[in-house]
């Protein structure tokens, strides 16, 4: 077969798979080499479907003994199988990177034989391209499960991240959609990787010439959408991945329906593109803002709100917590005041020093003043002329895409909208459940 034609098949079988962004590692070729990977990362297009798509994502074969229901290379799936040969996947990578037409690989593969076989095929993959290429740019390698720590050891010493997608959120999930994967097989080998990384990272500090391995950590995916976990339950679950196993990142992919299967979500259903972006926000708010996820979700508020970011739905149940003071607040409030990022709370922090600010020194800064003045007090005074109704207050906490599908969602339902504009954009996100609704109806400004 054309290499080409592989190429196309493989690729578009790895398109599935988000966790493929690049890092923030450092590292340049040796004299003789070439590649590099800079510290602010990979240079990034996107697809249609937002979608990073910056390095050459592909499977080594969509060959695989596993039988994963939500998976289109599973085994009991009739679609043409094929795989690269280790020299032809290092030679086409080579090829586009001298062309500049990537900045790195992403290498994942199906299970062909058995998971140290495909594990020492993408072995000798990466090996071609480290040692006879002298290739120093970016790979991300997928950990195969089930495959001998001996090999996966290996395997990290040639790759700057690697990652075992956790695929499903809970045992039963897997149990019903992924037989041949276990909770034990997916959680050991990343354990593993964690303790290998640890130990790498001690060693450095001693012996500074010492191969690094995974230098850029480990990642994992979850499929949402496919099973009937909640929000809560999966932010649950990153809290413990990240606070266990030290990952970098925890990707969300949306399921996308392209099988029929009783057990799955009908082909019809659309992807749940809106929940994915707020578990993102969610994830971000983990790993940059203090929060935890008892705090954003408990048992009685299990979802994540379709038309608020997580940030805007804390502060609303939590509105005794304001306004504060912004020239008094310490850095762990002011980052929970919605309007305000990281860079601009350190901002904050480091110019009230000098002199009090102002809501003019605050646009300055970078705050998002339009949504955080309802949150805060400036020496002691709320924003002038602080819109007080209920539609102005909710608009400045959604986004102008948001207030437009929000509109439409309750034009749909015959609700009486909130806002004047009759415009709306196409979108997938749900209709607000009852509960949600009065939420929304209810809404108390704190700085009022």
């Not at 919605?338 to 350190?346: E, R």
Request: proline fraction near 5%; aromatic fraction near 10%; glycine fraction near 6%.
């Amino acid at each position: 077969m054309d290499l080409m034609e592989k190429l196309k098949i493989l690729t578009d079988a790895a398109k599935y798979d988000a966790a493929c962004t690049s890092s923030g590692l450092n590292k340049k070729a040796q004299r003789g080499g070439i590649g590099c990977t800079e510290a602010s990362g990979l240079c990034h297009s996107f697809a249609g479907d937002g979608r990073c798509i910056t390095l050459l994502k592909v499977l080594l074969t969509n060959y695989c003994v596993f039988d994963c229901a939500y998976c289109l290379n599973r085994r009991s799936n009739d679609v043409r199988r094929i795989a690269f040969t280790p020299r032809e996947l290092a030679d086409l990578t080579m090829q586009f990177y001298r062309r500049n037409y990537i900045e790195g690989l992403f290498l994942s593969s199906g299970i062909l034989k058995s998971p140290d076989y495909t594990c020492e095929q993408m072995i000798a993959t990466l090996k071609i391209l480290r040692e006879e290429y002298k290739f120093s740019g970016y790979i991300h390698a997928k950990a195969i499960p089930g495959a001998d720590q001996k090999l996966l050891a290996v395997l990290g010493y040639l790759a700057d991240r690697m990652s075992i997608n956790i695929e499903l959120p809970s045992s039963g999930s897997l149990a019903k959609l992924a037989p041949d994967k276990s909770k034990t097989s997916l959680l050991n080998p990343m354990g593993y990787l964690a303790q290998k990384i640890s130990a790498n990272t001690r060693e450095l500090v001693r012996y500074k010439t010492i191969p690094k391995f995974a230098p850029a950590g480990q990642s994992t995916q979850m499929i949402i959408g496919a099973s009937p976990e909640t929000d809560w339950q999966i932010l649950q679950l990153t809290e413990g991945l990240y606070h266990h196993y030290k990952l970098k990142r925890v990707f969300y992919s949306a399921y996308v329906p392209v099988v029929a299967n009783p057990l799955l979500p009908a082909v019809s259903t659309p992807p749940p593109l809106w929940r994915e972006h707020r578990l993102y926000q969610a994830d971000w708010l983990f790993r940059y803002y203090g929060f935890q996820a008892g705090e954003l979700l408990d048992e009685g508020h299990q979802t994540l709100h379709p038309y608020l970011d997580p940030k805007c739905q804390w502060a609303l149940r939590h509105s005794a917590f304001y306004p504060l003071e912004v020239n008094k607040a310490d850095l762990g409030a002011l980052l929970r005041v919605p309007g305000i990022g990281v860079t601009s709370a350190l901002r904050i922090v480091k110019y009230r020093r000098n002199c009090a600010l102002t809501w003019e020194a605050l646009k300055k800064i970078g705050v998002v003043v339009k949504r955080a003045r309802y949150f805060l007090l400036c020496q002691g005074k709320r924003w002038a002329a602080l819109p007080s109704d209920q539609a102005s207050f909710l608009a400045s906490l959604m986004s102008p895409r948001e207030r437009k599908l929000y509109q439409r969602r309750e034009q749909e339902n015959q609700q009486p909208t909130l806002f004047a504009d009759n415009s709306y954009l196409e979108g997938g996100m749900p209709a607000l459940s009852a509960r949600e609704r009065s939420e929304l109806e209810c809404l108390s400004i704190p700085v009022l």
